[in-house]
C-alpha cells in the first residue's frame, strides 16, 4: 500500500517542493502511509516544534548532521502540517515505498505534533519554546503545553528529548523522561530583553507565583526562579555564555556543552539565532551525532526564506520579515534596530487556515517603538483594515498610510515611493510572506521559497 | 500600586480634568491585545487635548475605585482566572462601591465572568466574582469562537459594535442586569437567548474579547463621555475625529461576522481545540 500512495503522490510532486499536496493524495490513498515509510522502515527522525524558530532550528540542525557525515532529507519549506510531512517523506521515497536510510529533519506545527510523533517515532524531539500564538487555532497555551507533556511521557527511552531551560513552561517537560535529556539555553550576565506585554509565562509553572527573572534574554525566555516555591531553571547543558549581534548579516557568540567548548559566526541576526542554534547543538549532542565541523558548518547556514532576507529588487533592496505572532513581531523588528528601524515599510496580515482568523494578538506588538521612524507604510493582506487601525494608534499618522489589499500592488506601491538604493522593509505573516516571496520570484528577484 | 503609563503628550485645551484609569491585573489580563482599549481610550483623549492618567491594579493591591474615573477589566486564561478570583474579594466592595457611584466599568470576556456572582468552570472549582453584575457563568460544552456583531444602545446612542469571541462559559443574566446589547451574528452569553454582554447603570460588559474598543470608535467615546460627564456633573459633547481608519475596520469585521452567521463557528478549530476545549480565552 505504502508503495501505492507513493507512486499516486509523486505524480503530483515536481509543482513546487513546498507544497502539502502530495502528502494530501497520498493520505488519501492509504491512511498508514507515513508510518510505513517512516517508522516502520525504522528511519531515523528529528522532530523540532514550538512556537518560534522552528524553522531555523531544524535548518542548522540539518547542516549540524550533514556535517557531521549523514545524508539528510528536510522540510526546509516549512510544511509542517501532517499533509507537508507526509510529502516530504513521500518525496523521499522510491515508487515501492522505500524509504532510503537518510535522517530526517522535520518541522513539526504545535497542534500537529502529538499524530506525528505517533507515525514518525523520532529518535530526538526539540520543543524550540512557547508564546501565545493564534488562540483561535490552538487554544490556550497550558493546552498547548499539557500536549506536549502528553507527548513527551510517551517518548522511549531511545528518543532523545531537547528542552529550552530558560522558557520556565518547556524546562520541565517530560522531566521523568528514561532517555537522554538535553537543556538548552542561554547563560549570559546580562540582559538582552525585558518583560513585554507579549510576554506570556512569566508565572511559577508548579505554584503560579509571579517568577523572578535574574536576567531576561528574550520575552519570558531567561534565568528564572520561582521565589514562593524554589523551581528554578534546569541546569543549562548547551549554553550560549557570550553573544554579539552585528547588524544584520552575522550573530557570534560561545557555546559551554558537556563535549566541549565552540565559538560559533552565523550569518543571520538576533538573539533567537543563537537560542536556535543551541538547540541544534543539544540535538547534535543529545543523538551523539560529532561537532567537530559544528562551526564550520553553521557559518553557512543563512536565513530560511522571509526571515529577515535580503533581497536585490532591480536598483533597491528590499528585507523580507516573517512575522506571525506578538514575540516574533518584536524580535524581528529588535533585529532590524540593530541597523536602525525601517522608514519605509510594507506590512501585510491575512485571516487564513495557516495565519488564523483572529488578529487581536497585533495590539500586543510593540509598534509603538517603531512608529516614530515611519515615513511611509503600504498597509497589505486580507486584514489589511485591523493592522492600519493598529498602526494608527501605535502613533503612525493615517497620512503616511497606504491601504493597498493585493500583495502585487502593494509592492509595487510600497517601492515606488523609493529612491533607487533605498531598502523597503517588509514584515508580514505566513501567507503573505509566501505570496509577496512568489511575486519577487516571478520577477526574477529570487528563487523558490523551497531551494533557500 | 504602580503607574505604568503616562498619557500621551498632546496640547493642552483648557479646562479638561486628567481622566483617571484604572487598568485591573494588566499582567495577568492581557489574553490576546486587551490592551488596545486602553490605547483606544488613551489616544482618542489625548487627540482631544484630555490629559488622562492610567494606574496599573494589580495582585494585592487595595485601591478606592471610586477615586477613579475608568475601570478597564480584561480578559485571560484559566490559571489566570483563577488567580485574579483569588485576589478579587479584597477588591469586591470597592468595586460595588465605585459602581453604585456611577465610576465607568468596562469588562470584556474574563472580565465580565468575574464581575459577575460567581463563574463555575466545567473541572475545577468554583470561583466567586466580584458581583458587581447580576450574572452567573458556567462552563460550557462547547467553545464560541467566531466574528460576532452586536446591537448595542448606550445613554440613548444606538450603535454596532464587532470583534471577535472566543469563550465556552455561558452567561445568564439575573433581573438585575440588562443585556448590553443583542446579537447580530455570533453567540453572545450562552448562543440561546440572544443576549450580548451586560450592563447596570455605567458597567458595560461584552463577551468580545481583547481590542474591542479600537474598532468601535462610538463606544470607546460613549465612555469617555459618561466619565467626563460624571466628573464635571455636566453634559459634554466630544468634538469629532477622523475615524476613517477606525470605521474601516470596523465595516470589515462587521462584514466577517455577517458572512458567518447562522454557523457555529467561523473557522474549524485545530485538533488539539477539539480534544482539550479549554474554559475560556478572552
Known amino acids: ?127 524550540t519554546d512557547l508564546f501565545r500564538d493564534q488562540l483561535d487555532r490552538y487554544g490556550e497555551i497550558y493546552a498547548v503545553a499539557d500536549a506536549f507533556e502528553a507527548v513527551a511521557r510517551g517518548l522511549g527511552s531511545d528518543c532523545a528529548l531537547c528542552v529550552n531551560a530558560d522558557d520556565p513552561i518547556v524546562a520541565g517537560l517530560g522531566a521523568g523522561h528514561a532517555g537522554r535529556r538535553v537543556t538548552f539555553g542561554l547563560d549570559l550576565d546580562h540582559d538582552t530583553d525585558r518583560i513585554t506585554r507579549a510576554a506570556d509565562t512569566i508565572r511559577c509553572p508548579r505554584c503560579r507565583a509571579d517568577l523572578v527573572y535574574d536576567h531576561v534574554y528574550l520575552s519570558h525566555m531567561g534565568a528564572w526562579h520561582c521565589p514562593s516555591c524554589g523551581l528554578a531553571r534546569p541546569a543549562v547543558d548547551v549554553a550560549v555564555t557570550a553573544l554579539e549581534v552585528d547588524g544584520l548579516d552575522a550573530t557570534r557568540f560561545h557555546v559551554r556543552t558537556p563535549v566541549g567548548d565552540l565559538d560559533i559566526s552565523v550569518p543571520q541576526s538576533g538573539v533567537h539565532i543563537a537560542y536556535d542554534a543551541a538547540a ?48 516574533s513581531f518584536n524580535t524581528t523588528l529588535r533585529a532590524l534596530a540593530t541597523e536602525g528601524l525601517p522608514r519605509q515599510l510594507l506590512v501585510a496580515a491575512s485571516n487564513t487556515l495557516v495565519d488564523g482568523e483572529d488578529f487581536a494578538w497585533l495590539w500586543d506588538v510593540d509598534f509603538e517603538a517603531a512608529a516614530p521612524n515611519v515615513e511611509r507604510v503600504t498597509v497589505s493582506g486580507l486584514r489589511a483594515d485591523e493592522l492600519a487601525n493598529r498602526l494608527k494608534y501605535a502613533g503612525v499618522d493615517p497620512a503616511r498610510m497606504t491601504v493597498v489589499r493585493d500583495r502585487p500592488a502593494a509592492l509595487d506601491a510600497a517601492l515606488a515611493g523609493i529612491e533607487p538604493g533605498g531598502t523597503l522593509t517588509v514584515l508580514a505573516g505566513y501567507t503573505p510572506t509566501i505570496e509577496l516571496r512568489e511575486e519577487m520570484r516571478k520577477r526574477g528577484w529570487v528563487g523558490p521559497y523551497w531551494e533557500v | 500600586m504602580t503607574t505604568t503609563l503616562e498619557a500621551p503628550t498632546a496640547p493642552m485645551q483648557g479646562d479638561w480634568p486628567t481622566l483617571r484609569i484604572a487598568h485591573l491585573y494588566p499582567s495577568l489580563l492581557n489574553v490576546a491585545g486587551d490592551g488596545g482599549n486602553l490605547m483606544a481610550i488613551q489616544q482618542r483623549c489625548a ?18 475605585f471610586s477615586t477613579f474615573d475608568i475601570v478597564l477589566f480584561h480578559g485571560g486564561q484559566d490559571v489566570e482566572m483563577e488567580i485574579v478570583a483569588a485576589d478579587l474579594g479584597l477588591k469586591a466592595p470597592s468595586l460595588r462601591e465605585a459602581a453604585d457611584q456611577g465610576v465607568v466599568i468596562f469588562a470584556v470576556c474574563a472580565g465580565l465572568q468575574l464581575l459577575g456572582a460567581r463563574y463555575v468552570p466545567s473541572d475545577g472549582p468554583p470561583m466567586e466574582g466580584a458581583a458587581v453584575l447580576d450574572l452567573e457563568t458556567r462552563g460550557g460544552p462547547q467553545r464560541f469562537m467566531q466574528h460576532a456583531a452586536v446591537d448595542v444602545t448606550i445613554d440613548g446612542r444606538r450603535g454596532t459594535i464587532v470583534g471577535f469571541e472566543n469563550h465556552s462559559g455561558q452567561t445568564e443574566l439575573g433581573p438585575d442586569a440588562q443585556p448590553l446589547g443583542m446579537m447580530i451574528a455570533g453567540a453572545g452569553n450562552n448562543g440561546r437567548d440572544g443576549t450580548e454582554g451586560a450592563v447596570r447603570g455605567h458597567v458595560y460588559a461584552t463577551y468580545l474579547h481583547g481590542p474591542v474598543l479600537p474598532k468601535n470608535p462610538w463606544l470607546a467615546d460613549q465612555l469617555i463621555r459618561i466619565a467626563l460627564e460624571r466628573r464635571l456633573g455636566r453634559p459634554v459633547e466630544l468634538e469629532p475625529l477622523d475615524d476613517s481608519v477606525e470605521q474601516h475596520a470596523h465595516d470589515v469585521a462587521l462584514q466577517k461576522a455577517l458572512r458567518n452567521r447562522g454557523q457555529r463557528t467561523a473557522l474549524e478549530p485545530a485538533r488539539l481545540v477539539r480534544d482539550k476545549a479549554p474554559q475560556t480565552v478572552g
Open chain 2, 47 to 64: 487627540w482631544r487635548g484630555i490629559p488622562t492618567l492610567a494606574v496599573s491594579i494589580d495582585a494585592g493591591d487595595r485601591p478606592d
Open chain 1, 1 to 127: 500500500m505504502a508503495g501505492k500512495g507513493a507512486a499516486v503522490a509523486s505524480r503530483v510532486l515536481g509543482r513546487g517542493g513546498g507544497t502539502s499536496l502530495p502528502g494530501m493524495v497520498a493520505r488519501r490513498v492509504d491512511p498508514t502511509i507515513l508510518a510505513s515509510l517512516v517508522a516502520a522502515q525504522n528511519i531515523p527522525v528529528v522532530a523540532v516544534t514550538g512556537s518560534n524558530g522552528k524553522t531555523t532550528t531544524a535548518r542548522f540542525t540539518a547542516a549540524l548532521i550533514r556535517a557531521a557525515g549523514y545524508p539528510v532529507d528536510h522540510n526546509r519549506a516549512g510544511a509542517n502540517l501532517v499533509q507537508g510531512v507526509t510529502s516530504l517523506a513521500v518525496g523521499a521515497a522510491d515508487l515501492r515505498g522505500r524509504t532510503p536510510r537518510r535522517v530526517m529533519v522535520i518541522e513539526i506545527d504545535e497542534g500537529a505534533l502529538p499524530l506525528l510523533v505517533e507515525e514518525l517515532k523520532p529518535s530526538a524531539v526539540l520543543v
Open chain 1, 280 to 327: 541544534a547543538i543539544a540535538i547534535s549532542i543529545g543523538l551523539g551525532v560529532p561537532l567537530e565541523h559544528a562551526a564550520a558548518a553553521l557559518a553557512t547556514v543563512g536565513p530560511a526564506f522571509g526571515r529577515l532576507e535580503r533581497i536585490v529588487a532591480g536598483d533597491r533592496r528590499i528585507v523580507l520579515g516573517f512575522a506571525k505572532n506578538p514575540t
